[in-house]
């Protein structure tokens, strides 16, 4: 039973070592690197999406001026083509027609101005957008960087706890089933520790001391399956 009971001591080892690994993959600083990276990218893909979609209903406005631009450029062209073309002489009909090339004219000034005021708003987001995407490109360089680190640190670590793993099993192939489902279960409830040393009188998984009856029986009687009286832990003398 000595022997079963310091077997079972290496599988406790193997748990403990697993358990960091599994802690390791859950903190992987590359992970947080990662997660950095890709927030810090979809705040500029925000940014840039926020600006193009102003710089899109720009473009909308824009383009609605310069069709009615044309529009009105083309009445004014026909307008004044009559005006012109002779098959008008009366001088009340010729008198509305300059008045209405006038209108049309004025009214072309006022949209090539509103016009003129949608480029100069256009002009700084274009600007913006030109420095976003060379930002955004480095983001989803950083980002892609952190993402090779993190498949490489995962890569390592699923490697180290498969190894565990299989060490774990071939340990614990060897010890009591019975005594393996106690230790499992007293596992459970303490901290990943079911089984611990005992070193001197002092019970090695919850450090307290034992009366020295107590580990003078423990060490007396080291084929039984005995507990800390502090913790309940499965002692090993």
Do not use: W
């Amino acid at each position: 039973m000595t022997s079963t009971f310091d077997t079972l001591l290496e599988v406790q080892s193997h748990d403990t070592r697993l358990d960091q690994i599994l802690h390791l993959m859950e903190q992987l600083p590359a992970r947080e690197e990662r997660d950095a990276a890709a927030a810090a990218l979809a705040a500029v893909e925000a940014e840039a999406a926020a600006e193009q979609a102003a710089r899109d209903e720009l473009g909308r406005q824009q383009k609605r001026l310069d069709d009615e631009i044309e529009t009105v450029n083309a009445k004014r062209k026909s307008v004044n083509d009559t005006l012109y073309g002779g098959s008008v002489t009366a001088a009340g009909e010729l008198n509305d027609l300059t008045k209405e090339i006038d209108a049309l004219g004025r009214r072309v000034t006022q949209l090539e101005d509103q016009d003129l005021e949608i480029m100069e708003q256009i002009e700084p987001i274009d600007a913006r957008l030109a420095a976003l995407a060379t930002t955004l490109e480095q983001r989803r360089t950083v980002l892609a960087d952190a993402e090779v680190r993190l498949i490489a640190a995962e890569a390592e670590l699923a490697a180290e706890l498969e190894k565990e793993t299989a060490a774990r099993a071939a340990t614990a192939a060897q010890v009591d089933p019975d005594l393996l489902q106690e230790y499992t279960s007293l596992r459970g409830g303490r901290g990943g520790i079911g089984v611990a040393k005992l070193i001197g009188t002092q019970c090695g998984g919850c450090h307290l001391t034992l009366s020295a009856v107590e580990a003078a029986r423990i060490r007396k009687h080291p084929e039984q399956v005995t507990h800390c009286e502090e913790c309940g832990r499965l002692l090993v003398p």
